[in-house]
């Protein structure tokens, strides 16, 4: 089975400063897709970037961006120029060959003015 | 972009008692949907795979029983916490898969996620 690990419980981060949220997973498929979550204060589950492991080049959505090692299994988010409302908790999540999502522990971000 | 109600969005029930709680794809159709549970400040654990027109396929531990999950039409699942306790209280969220012509896992395979109801049994 899948697993997602998620090794920081909290970070913080000032104000357009930038932050990495790390991911490890572990899986023996070649061919899967990895996603960043974030949840905020409302709880509603908000996509923010994913990746397909078939493709080498890291994904990126305008400020977030993905440092993809398939070797390694590391999946981590950055996140450029923190604003306020990046405040949140993140998750890491592993799309199995079946269509389940299977979620990391997750990270709670904070972002100082 | 794809959108997912979920219907309440907070309860408050008696224990003893049973509580439905909907999801419903506004604007698709999505032949599986999901159910998962989260605690404060932990991780959603899938609950089970809701597929339309046939039986939910539930996670180990999952009781069943307890959980019955109804998935009737293309756009709407129901999942009814039976005989409600305290320790089912909850926030509990579905997600629904868009169908799409390829069967290949992964951009044409995105959960939306819906808003979440809050269970809490007195």
């Known amino acids: 089975a899948q697993t997602v690990t998620q090794s920081q419980p909290e970070m913080s981060v000032q104000e357009a400063e930038t932050v990495t949220l790390s991911c490890t997973y572990d899986?023996?498929?070649?061919?899967?897709?990895l996603f960043w979550y974030k949840q905020p204060p409302s709880r509603q589950m908000i996509l923010v970037i994913r990746q397909e492991a078939y493709k080498q080049q890291n994904a990126t959505e305008n400020r977030f961006s993905v440092n993809f090692q398939k070797a390694a299994k590391s999946f981590s988010l950055k996140i450029s120029d923190s604003q306020l409302g990046d405040a949140a908790m993140y998750f890491c999540a592993y799309l199995t060959s079946y269509g389940k999502l299977t979620f990391g522990q997750g990270t709670i971000l904070t972002v100082h003015p | 972009g794809a959108v997912v109600s979920q219907h309440p969005s907070w309860v408050i029930c008696k224990s003893g008692t049973s509580v439905k709680i909907e999801c419903r794809s506004l604007?698709?159709?999505?032949?599986?949907m999901f159910w998962y549970r989260q605690f404060p400040k932990q991780s959603l654990m899938l609950m089970a795979t809701s597929n339309e027109g046939s039986k939910a396929t539930y996670e180990q531990g999952v009781e069943k029983d307890k959980f019955l999950i109804n998935h009737a039409s293309l756009t709407l699942s129901t999942l009814t916490v039976t005989s409600a306790h305290p320790e089912d209280s909850s926030f509990y969220i579905c997600?629904?898969?868009?169908?799409?012509?390829?069967?290949?896992?992964?951009?044409?395979?995105?959960?939306?996620f819906g808003p979440g109801t809050r269970l809490t049994v007195l």
């Open positions: 997600s629904a898969r868009e169908d799409t012509e390829s069967q290949r896992v992964g951009l044409t395979d995105t959960q939306y």
């Open positions: 604007d698709f159709q999505a032949t599986t």
């Open positions: 899986t023996s498929e070649s061919d899967y897709y």
